[in-house]
């Protein structure tokens, strides 16, 4: 319960429209949630400097988060149209915005495609737009907050068996 209250304080803070969506319901639970592990991924296992994995050659600022977007296809329509709505809306020239990075971007068969991107916070309504005013039509959109939990996932099987 402190966690949650504690989360429900930052994210009032931090970004006040959230905090109203937060309350309605179990995707504000499921994102309230996924946002609340997230930093705990990242400390809860400190591990001496010794078995500490170097870091990247560019890693993130620390206002940086990962975003997973699901760009679901538009099954009424075959994917020439889908293309010709994307690029008539300017899809491919505004998404993603300039200086975000793209972690991955897959196809997922069946689904469409699933993009991953390092959004710095302040830049997140920025990202949020570009997808509003060129995607929706061609996509139907879904937005996680994700993190890399490779590291620690690693380090979990080697300290604690398989």
């Known amino acids: 319960m402190l966690i949650a209250s504690a989360f429900a304080g930052f994210c009032a803070e931090r ?15 499921a994102l309230a949630a996924s946002l609340a ?20 050659a560019s890693a993130p600022a620390d206002d940086t988060f990962l975003l997973t977007i699901f760009l679901r296809h ?29 972690v991955s971007w897959y196809v997922m068969m069946g689904i469409g495609q699933v993009v991953t991107l ?7 309504r920025e990202v949020n737009r570009a997808i509003e005013s060129t995607a929706w039509g061609g996509y139907r959109t879904e937005f996680y907050p994700t993190y890399d939990y ?7 099987r080697a300290t604690e068996g398989k």
């Open 74 to 102: 538009d099954e009424s329509k075959p994917l020439p149209q889908i293309n010709d709505q994307l690029r008539a809306q300017g899809f491919f020239k505004t998404f993603p915005p300039p200086g975000i990075e793209v």
């Open 15 to 29: 970004f006040p429209t959230w905090s109203a969506s937060l309350r309605r319901g179990v995707p504000g639970v």
């Open 150 to 156: 490779k590291a620690q996932a690693q380090q979990m």
């Open 118 to 124: 390092r959004v710095p916070a302040s830049r997140l």
């Open 37 to 56: 592990i997230a930093p705990l991924a990242y400390g809860a296992d400190p591990a001496p400097a010794a078995t500490t994995a170097a870091a990247p």
